[in-house]
């Protein structure tokens, strides 16, 4: 799961895609993302279990531009 807080997110939505690797050399993508405009407070986004040691998350602009502002990313996994 990746927990994404975005400055002026209350404000905006703003489009982004992740992606992990095992060896900082090749990345698979896990999608592209929106966020919903309504918050500043962090957004759940489910990316299925995966096994990485490198996260990489491009930014491609917001409904209102092109400057993305991300707060804080975290991300975690669920024990089952």
């Known amino acids: 799961t ?9 404000e ?6 992740i992606e992990v690797s095992e060896n900082g050399v090749d ?4 999608g592209r ?6 918050t500043t407070d962090f957004e ?5 279990k995966q096994k990485a040691r490198y996260v ?3 930014f491609f ?3 209102t531009g092109t400057w993305n502002s ?8 669920k024990e089952r």
């Open 33 to 38: 993302f929106h966020s919903n405009g309504t």
């Open 27 to 30: 990345y698979t993508s896990l």
């Open 56 to 58: 990489r998350v491009n």
């Open 12 to 17: 905006r939505s703003q489009e982004f895609g």
């Open 61 to 63: 602009g917001t409904s």
């Open 70 to 77: 991300p707060s804080e990313i975290v991300f975690a996994s």
């Open 44 to 48: 759940a986004f489910d990316l299925g």
């Open 2 to 10: 990746a927990l994404i807080a975005l400055y002026l997110g209350d």
